[in-house]
């Protein structure tokens, strides 16, 4: 029985293996992304908050680069166990009257199997004060830590479930393996800005997901019904998948003041460039050329 059971619990670990998908790393993908440079692109912002639209910027950076599992960070020295990571800084900049909102989420996701980030985390600066939250992918769990200046919303090691879909990965996912986006019914865990914003519980939510392909572009569309939201991103059908934009349908503000808005974000410009390089006040210009100035 016991020899039964290990063949069974054999074949099953096999079986999920086998469903992980793999990118298809294509001699036009490493022209791409192992260039050594990044892809920077700007949108226009519609975000809601506090009950009505605040227009702003949205920059996605989506860059290569080797991760060291070990210390959960970018790996500083070549070594066997870094993991080729493609990282997104997706950022958000935009006003609420007097103060200003500054938001960045960042995630890595392994290039060759991108079942999961291998680290998210998310951080939110306005003048009443800041929030940071991290999820670390561990052998057998989601291990997340919040700290906030909210009364009652700060935690450290809370565990998730790790056949959960992240959110936060499907902008990277679109980017390697657009085919494999998740579908059907299925546990997501939703993006850390939205659960900073509506203060729900961090936690998985039941949700739906569909692909609708169109002639040159596809729109990916993930519901919560419980959540009353709805997430539609946009992207080119073909290689390297750039993401047009997408729209955010959600409850916004407190109370009876709360109100079904609309986040939007439409692409302004992308550039490919290793902007790390591009520091001096002569290279200002190049804010100009994203529409952020």
Known sequence: MKNISYLFLLMFATACA????????????KEYWYAGKA????????????????????????VTEPFSKKHNTKADENNADNISVLKLNATKKFNTGIYPYSIMTSSFLPVNQPKASLKI????????????????????????????????ESFQEKGIDKEVVLEDDLWS???????????????ALPSFVYLRFS?????????????????MSSVYELKY?????TLKITFENKFPYQILG????????WGAKAKTLTTKATLKKSLNIAYWQKN??????????????
């Open 39 to 62: 892809e920077i692109t700007s949108y226009d912002l519609e975000q809601a908050r506090y009950g009505e639209i605040r227009k702003g910027n949205a920059v996605n950076i989506f």
């Open 280 to 293: 001096s006040n002569t290279d200002l210009y190049l804010r100009k050329e994203l529409g952020l100035e």
């Open 199 to 215: 203060h729900n519980e961090v936690k998985a939510y039941q949700a739906e997901g569909k692909i609708t392909k169109g002639k």
């Open 18 to 29: 086998q469903t992980v998908p793999k990118t298809n790393i294509t001699k036009e993908f």
């Open 173 to 187: 996912k679109i980017r390697l393996t657009p085919e494999n986006l998740p579908q059907g019914n299925f546990k």
């Open 225 to 229: 019904p419980t959540l009353n939201r």
């Open 121 to 152: 985390s998310s951080s939110t600066q306005e003048w009443c004060g800041h929030e940071y939250i991290e999820l670390v992918n561990e052998d057998d769990k989601f291990e997340m830590s919040n700290f906030s200046y909210f009364q009652g």
């Open 246 to 253: 997408w729209t955010d349908i959600y409850k916004s503000g």
